[in-house]
Structures are given as structure tokens and as C-alpha cells.
Nanobody, 127 residues
Framework: QVQLVESGGGLVQAGGSLRLSCAASGRTFSSYAVGWFRQAPGKEREFVAAISVSGGITYYAETVRGRFTFSRDNAKNTVYLQMNSLKPEDTAVYYC????????????????????WGQGSQVTVSS
């Protein structure tokens, strides 16, 4: 089992940047594909980005593509979501999620595909 802890959220003005981190403990992270999801008040949780076990493959929701960058450092058991050009509509609680996989090049964008979740980190973008 793996435990996930997000950090790096906060309040930022529109156009600004934040970097979220998700640190894993309990198991080596290098066999887990990871995803970021977000949930705004009154809305369903939505997919943001995914990264493969190796980190060589990333996939983004259309709403964040070109503004967000997902990376991972398996040696540090940590993934990062660099968020640039933030918009008020990016305001949400951001969750990282992980799933064990043998497929080093696979990524997953369905919430149901992930077994482990962090507690979430609030990101607020003011206009």
C-alpha cells in the first residue's frame, strides 16, 4: 500500500503559477502510474493529468494542456504538477492518485482506475 501527501497549493492571482507536489510513502513509487484530479465546489471530480511509471509519457486534459506540466522523480518518490497561466476556473481541490502497474509506459485518466488517493490540496486562483 502507498500513502500520498499533496502540498504546494495556495492562493494565486490569475496568470500566476503554482507547483503541486505529491510525495509517496510505504512502497517504492517507481512501479506506480500517477494521476492528478481536481474537484471544484458543486462539481464532479475531473481528470487533470497522468504520467506513466517511467515518467516518459504524460497526458493532459484539454483544459490544462499547454499550461500544466506533470513530472516525476522516482528517486524522491515524488511527482510534481507545475501549473502556469492559472485561471480562476482552475480553482479546485487537487488530488493525486496512484495505481500499481507492470506497464511502464501506460497512463490512466479514469478516477476508477486508481487505488490510492491523497487528501487533496486547495488551489485558489483570484481574478
Amino acid at each position: 500500500q502507498v500513502q500520498l501527501v499533496e502540498s504546494g497549493g495556495g492562493l494565486v492571482q490569475a496568470g500566476g503559477s503554482l507547483r503541486l507536489s505529491c510525495a509517496a510513502s510505504g512502497r517504492t513509487f517507481s512501479s506506480y502510474a500517477v494521476g492528478w484530479f481536481r474537484q471544484a465546489p458543486g462539481k464532479e471530480r475531473e481528470f487533470v493529468a497522468a504520467i506513466s511509471v517511467s515518467g516518459g509519457i504524460t497526458y493532459y486534459a484539454e483544459t490544462v494542456r499547454g499550461r500544466f506540466t506533470f513530472s516525476r522523480d522516482n528517486a524522491k518518490n515524488t511527482v510534481y504538477l507545475q501549473m502556469n497561466s492559472l485561471k480562476p476556473e482552475d480553482t479546485a481541490v487537487y488530488y493525486c492518485a496512484a495505481r500499481y502497474t507492470f506497464a511502464r509506459g501506460s497512463y490512466y485518466y479514469g478516477a476508477y482506475e486508481y487505488a490510492y488517493w491523497g487528501q487533496g490540496s486547495q488551489v485558489t486562483v483570484s481574478s
